[in-house]
């Protein structure tokens, strides 16, 4: 028999993904459902739960099907964890088109575009004048990015998943590692309260503000999802408020910040934790220089000094949270200015956080690694060098897998632009920062994203945003996997 075959176990595999995926098939089924509650507040919109009933009635009944073993599964392997994971990410967006197709009237490809963009927490959207479609639509986008946000799979944990090493692997597949609490299950719901708490405190804070409730429901969910939907076309830039500008920064930085130190902050009720994160400290100085030089940028071109400051502050932490909220038309900006905010994308937010990018813990240790490599070469030999970073322990693998994830991630962002630019003839920086907002499910945009886009960019950001929420690697194994699978199939004995 064909040898892959005897390697993969694919019929181990297909059992245990099968079962995996079957009971994170069950959360998204409830997920679906969970808009249909609006209607109590707006019933005139009652028409349009069926939309939501019925797949979400149908999604928890096959995943129930799928998954009715999954409480036997004592173990799986970390491939088999990365292909449910990453499945599970394309499988929901699919399955999440039926209310953008039936009550949006959008084609299916701009609807699995606005399904993707909101479970992935990025915010590129193909849907305009949001002010002209019902509430329970605009609260679907925003409750996918909510759940996206602390993660389908960490959700799962929390609900679903039976305690032990599969639970373990599918945390670490979902691009998560730490762990608040000795168990998991523990960590998740413990990291689900502070998000359900820090939620419902932005909710409290835009109402207060002047803020409809409906409103201050939509933005705290996806500001501190930092996914960056908006229920208007003009994003915070609608509301025209300084005061709601800081609370959405504000949410914007917790979304962005490790939910350990979330954890150090609520037991220890003290501010110490977080400026002692090497992560957070980084943000800050990105953040410093980023707002420095595109306020500079911007009141030598074309806006007054105050609304440059305020411009810069505000997109510039909008883009290294990866939140994707706008106070302004960034197309209308000069080309450093794009870039430096394309450049914040790119590093990303906090590792263990609701951001995404590269992520400032891997930007901090190929920093550190550089200066770790000229002590080597300067120190006597067998000198041992410490390699620690803030409180972060590394070993030389971990330093590799962080090189290794950095260049993959670089040469995709670097291979999405060029073909983003060939076939749209625009310019280099736009391009790359279209790119960018996909690949670090950021949602800032310069124009590009539109329903004018070709079809095949479409689908090119569509990849880049499952790609780059699930930190490159789960998705290439599962790629890897089932071209395999497909295979061995079809190969002889």
Same mark, same amino acid.
């Given at each position: 028999?064909?040898?892959?075959?005897?390697?993969?176990?694919?019929?181990?595999?297909?059992?245990?993904?099968?079962?995996?995926?079957?009971?994170?098939?069950?959360?998204?089924?409830?997920?679906?459902?969970?808009?249909?509650?609006?209607?109590?507040?707006?019933?005139?919109?009652?028409?349009?739960?069926?939309?939501?009933?019925?797949?979400?009635?149908?999604?928890?009944?096959?995943?129930?099907?799928?998954?009715?073993?999954?409480?036997?599964?004592?173990?799986?392997?970390?491939?088999?964890?990365?292909?449910?994971?990453?499945?599970?990410?394309?499988?929901?967006?699919?399955?999440?088109?039926?209310?953008?197709?039936?009550?949006?009237?959008?084609?299916?490809?701009?609807?699995?575009?606005?399904?993707?963009?909101?479970?992935?927490?990025?915010?590129?959207?193909?849907?305009?004048?949001?002010?002209?479609?019902?509430?329970?639509?605009?609260?679907?986008?925003?409750?996918?990015?909510?759940?996206?946000?602390?993660?389908?799979?960490?959700?799962?944990?929390?609900?679903?998943?039976?305690?032990?090493?599969?639970?373990?692997?599918?945390?670490?597949?979902?691009?998560?590692?730490?762990?608040?609490?000795?168990?998991?299950?523990?960590?998740?719901?413990?990291?689900?309260?502070?998000?359900?708490?820090?939620?419902?405190?932005?909710?409290?804070?835009?109402?207060?503000?002047?803020? %409809?409730?409906?409103? /201050?429901?939509? #933005? &705290?969910?996806?500001?501190?999802?930092?996914? *960056?939907?908006?229920?208007? !076309? +003009? =994003?915070?830039?609608?509301?025209?408020?300084?005061?709601?500008?800081?609370?959405?920064?504000?949410?914007?930085?917790?979304?962005?910040?490790?939910?350990?130190?979330?954890?150090?902050?609520?037991?220890?009720?003290?501010?110490?934790?977080?400026?002692?994160?090497?992560?957070?400290?980084?943000?800050?100085?990105?953040?410093?220089?980023?707002?420095?030089?595109?306020?500079?940028?911007?009141?030598?071109?074309?806006?007054?000094?105050?609304? %440059?400051?305020?411009? /810069?502050?505000? #997109? &510039?932490?909008?883009?290294?949270?990866?939140? *994707?909220?706008?106070?302004? !038309? +960034? =197309?209308?900006?000069?080309?450093?200015?794009?870039?430096?905010?394309?450049?914040?994308?790119?590093?990303?937010?906090?590792?263990?956080?609701?951001?995404?990018?590269?992520?400032?813990?891997?930007?901090?240790?190929?920093?550190?690694?550089?200066?770790?490599?000229?002590?080597?070469?300067?120190?006597?030999?067998?000198?041992?060098?410490?390699?620690?970073?803030?409180?972060?322990?590394?070993?030389?693998?971990?330093?590799?897998?962080?090189? %290794?994830?950095?260049?993959?991630?670089?040469?995709?962002?670097?291979?999405?632009?060029?073909?983003?630019?060939?076939?749209?003839?625009?310019?280099?920086?736009?391009?790359?920062?279209?790119?960018?907002?996909?690949?670090?499910?950021?949602?800032?945009?310069?124009?590009?994203?539109?329903?004018?886009?070709?079809?095949?960019?479409?689908?090119?950001?569509?990849?880049?945003?499952?790609?780059?929420?699930?930190?490159?690697?789960?998705?290439?194994?599962?790629?890897?996997?089932?071209?395999?699978?497909?295979?061995?199939?079809?190969?002889?004995?």
């Amino acid at each position: 028999m064909f040898k892959v075959r005897k390697f993969i176990g694919i019929s181990q595999d297909l059992f245990v993904v099968k079962n995996l995926i079957g009971s994170l098939l069950q959360g998204i089924g409830v997920a679906y459902l969970i808009p249909a509650l609006l209607i109590w507040v707006y019933p005139r919109e009652i028409g349009y739960i069926y939309y939501f009933a019925v797949p979400g009635a149908l999604s928890v009944l096959i995943g129930a099907w799928w998954g009715r073993h999954a409480r036997q599964i004592e173990d799986i392997n970390l491939r088999q964890a990365m292909v449910s994971s990453a499945f599970v990410w394309l499988l929901a967006s699919l399955i999440s088109v039926v209310p953008f197709m039936a009550i949006a009237k959008m084609p299916f490809v701009d609807s699995w575009f606005e399904a993707m963009s909101a479970w992935t927490g990025t915010g590129l959207t193909m849907m305009h004048n949001l002010e002209s479609y019902p509430h329970i639509l605009l609260f679907w986008r925003s409750w996918m990015q909510w759940l996206g946000g602390i993660g389908i799979v960490l959700v799962a944990l929390t609900i679903l998943i039976h305690p032990g090493v599969a639970a373990a692997r599918l945390y670490k597949a979902e691009a998560r590692s730490e762990r608040i609490l000795p168990n998991l299950v523990n960590t998740s719901k413990i990291i689900f309260e502070i998000y359900l708490v820090l939620t419902l405190l932005g909710v409290y804070l835009y109402y207060i503000n002047g803020m %409809s409730l409906f409103d /201050a429901t939509i #933005h &705290s969910m996806t500001g501190l999802g930092t996914g *960056g939907m908006s229920s208007h !076309d +003009l =994003s915070i830039g609608y509301f025209n408020s300084l005061s709601i500008e800081a609370i959405t920064i504000f949410l914007m930085i917790m979304g962005a910040t490790n939910f350990t130190v979330h954890y150090k902050l609520f037991k220890e009720r003290s501010l110490k934790a977080f400026f002692q994160d090497i992560q957070v400290r980084y943000m800050f100085l990105f953040l410093f220089i980023a707002i420095a030089l595109i306020t500079y940028n911007l009141f030598g071109v074309t806006h007054s000094l105050g609304a %440059s400051i305020r411009q /810069a502050i505000f #997109h &510039s932490v909008s883009a290294v949270t990866c939140t *994707g909220f706008g106070i302004a !038309d +960034l =197309s209308k900006y000069p080309e450093l200015s794009k870039f430096l905010i394309g450049f914040l994308m790119v590093i990303g937010g906090g590792a263990g956080s609701t951001a995404g990018g590269i992520k400032l813990i891997r930007i901090t240790l190929m920093y550190e690694s550089l200066k770790w490599t000229l002590q080597e070469s300067i120190l006597p030999k067998g000198a041992v060098i410490k390699r620690k970073v803030g409180n972060y322990i590394f070993s030389e693998a971990e330093i590799q897998e962080v090189l %290794s994830f950095t260049m993959t991630y670089v040469a995709l962002l670097i291979l999405g632009t060029v073909l983003m630019m060939i076939r749209l003839n625009t310019k280099l920086v736009d391009a790359f920062f279209e790119v960018a907002s996909a690949q670090g499910n950021v949602g800032l945009s310069v124009g590009l994203t539109s329903p004018a886009l070709p079809v095949d960019l479409k689908v090119l950001l569509i990849m880049h945003m499952w790609i780059g929420r699930l930190e490159i690697f789960s998705t290439l194994v599962f790629l890897v996997s089932t071209a395999i699978a497909f295979a061995s199939l079809f190969s002889r004995d």
